[in-house]
């Protein structure tokens, strides 16, 4: 797990536990320095960055509240997050070249309960935040007067959204996630079109990758199942697909949905509510 300085800084939002953690040490497997960002799961980032720093590896933490961050934006770009990302920059001393937004609200709903606070919420930490990071970073980057510099000296850097299958095979169950996450992959295509060719911004679109909310170890493993593969993904499926989107240069725009064809069997229902 050496750190390899060609690869630079890999920041992944909500990584002090479940798919984040994975994908920072599958990041850190590869070389890359990884800045962990965590909210209230502080003592879990600290055991997978001393965990990759005694594996010879870079990692630091770097607790922050996501929503009040987006709150707290004063201006195009967020001073507030560009300042975050710059010192995160300066105690690793590396340039972030890829950011992660893997940080995500989940919560039960659908189009006849939903409420106009629950909508925000899902919207300020799936949408808004990951917008300003992206835009911070673009900034940091040089912005747009990197766009005319030469390919061989511009600063560049790969941003990697996390979406889900189920933007592919819409269902109404977690009404107000799906709303932000669709959002946040028109956001992906668009912000791709923008901020080309210092950032490249991609989307990978998990399966049934872990169980959540009230799930039960036995109705994950059978939804885990339902798909044309006969599983679908693995947290290391996810962190695997970053890596190489990371080193991909010629792609940008695109959301590549790693769920062993899940998205391909309509569903009326989520798949953990079907299987009840």
């Known amino acids: 797990m050496a750190f390899d300085p060609s690869k630079g800084l890999a920041l ?12 920072a040490r599958e990041l850190a497997k590869q070389g890359w320095a990884v800045a962990l960002h965590c909210h209230r799961s ?21 607790p922050a509240s ?33 950011l ?5 609200r989940f919560e039960v709903d659908s189009p006849t309960d939903a409420s106009g606070v629950g909508l925000l919420a899902h919207y300020q930490t799936n949408l808004v935040a990951p917008m300003l ?3 911070a970073l673009f900034a940091m980057r040089g912005g747009e007067k990197a766009k005319d510099l030469q390919p061989t000296s511009r600063p560049s850097a790969c941003v990697v959204n996390l979406l ?4 592919e095979n819409l269902n109404p169950d977690f009404f107000s996630y799906t709303l932000s996450k669709a959002a946040l992959l028109t956001a992906t295509t668009l912000m791709a079109k923008s901020f080309a060719p210092v950032l490249r911004i991609v989307g990978v679109s998990p399966g049934i990758t872990l169980p959540s909310a009230d799930q039960t170890l036995a109705e994950f493993e059978r939804a885990h199942r339902m798909t044309p ?25 695109v ?22």
Request: hydrophobic fraction near 40%; avoid cysteine.
């Open 229 to 253: 593969l006969g599983a679908s993904s693995t947290p290391q499926d996810i962190a695997q697909a970053i890596a190489w989107l990371a080193s991909a240069k010629a792609i940008t725009g």
């Open 12 to 23: 992944i939002t909500g990584a002090g536990r479940r798919l984040g953690a994975d994908i």
């Open 255 to 276: 959301n590549l949905l790693v769920d062993g064809g899940q998205h391909l069997i309509p569903s009326d229902r989520d798949v953990m509510f079907q299987i009840r």
């Open 133 to 135: 990071l992206t835009q």
């Open 164 to 167: 889900d299958q189920k933007l």
């Open 66 to 98: 996501l929503d009040d961050l987006a709150k707290q934006s004063d201006g195009l770009p967020s001073t507030t997050a560009r300042d975050w990302l710059a010192s995160i920059e300066s105690d690793l001393h590396q340039p972030i070249r890829l």
């Open 42 to 62: 502080r003592h879990e980032a600290d055991e997978v960055a001393a965990s990759i720093n005694r594996d010879g590896g870079l990692a630091g933490v770097y």
């Open 100 to 104: 992660v937004n893997n940080a995500s």
